[in-house]
């Protein structure tokens, strides 16, 4: 089967834009995170989505921050008003419960001009 | 609150043994994840301890102390396509997600 999907994989823009970044997890697993990761650092913890329940949020650095996801399965992140500090690699991941392993995505390359 | 601590890098040869350590703080905890990542590669899993004790799996060994807090990744017969970041990472009872660790650099050398 599929892996994890993640559109688009780069992503240019210009400071104070609008960004969406999709997230299409392997079908059947109830858990979807999003993490990001500076050149040669570790990953960050974004947002946590598990089944129905309400998601943990906190990892969010800012309010221009937030994510959905729709129908158990497709994920977006949306960064409003984008930052320079926002350029990283957003990688999603999925697993089909909390404590398995976690599967990720290649990842959305993103550069704020 | 959770923080973890393990080297930045390692640099082996081939065919040798290289053993990673994770230390860590954590609020409670539920256990010891480790990832592998090759430049410009997603993190893939390669171990999960919950338990005291050696999880083994091919040439890559994975050991947890709950008591010290402590785990390591041990990777035996090293080859170069070993050259990866390799990161720990847990998940304590204050969160839902794992927290990773800064991840160490192994370079693996002919």
């Known amino acids: 089967g599929a892996g994890v999907s993640q559109s688009p994989s780069n992503k240019v823009t210009e400071k104070g834009k609008d960004v969406e970044l999709r997230c299409d997890p392997i079908?059947?697993?109830?858990?979807l995170y999003w993490y990001r990761q500076s050149l040669g650092q570790g990953l960050e913890f974004l947002i946590y989505f598990q089944g129905n329940s309400a998601p943990d949020k906190s990892g969010l650095p800012s309010d221009r921050f937030s994510a959905e996801r729709t129908g158990g399965s497709v994920s977006t992140l949306t960064i409003q008003r984008t930052q320079q500090e926002d350029s990283a690699v957003y990688l999603c991941a999925s697993s089909w419960g909390q404590d398995q392993p976690q599967h990720f995505g290649d990842g959305t390359r993103l550069s704020i001009l | 609150g959770q923080s973890l601590e393990q080297p930045s890098e390692v640099t082996a040869v081939e065919g040798a043994i290289v053993q990673i350590n994770c230390t860590y703080q954590?609020?409670?905890?539920?256990?010891l994840s480790w990832y592998q990542q090759h430049d410009g590669g997603a993190p893939t899993f390669l171990s999960y301890n919950a338990l005291d004790g050696l999880e083994e799996t091919g040439r890559f060994s994975s050991f947890l102390s709950r008591s010290d807090s402590y785990g390591y990744l041990l990777l035996q017969e090293l080859q170069m396509k070993d050259s990866a970041s390799y990161f720990c990472a847990v998940r304590d009872t204050g969160r839902r997600a794992l927290t990773f660790g800064s991840g160490t650099r192994l370079q693996v050398q002919p």
């Open positions: 954590t609020s409670g905890f539920y256990g």
């Open positions: 079908s059947g697993h109830t858990a």
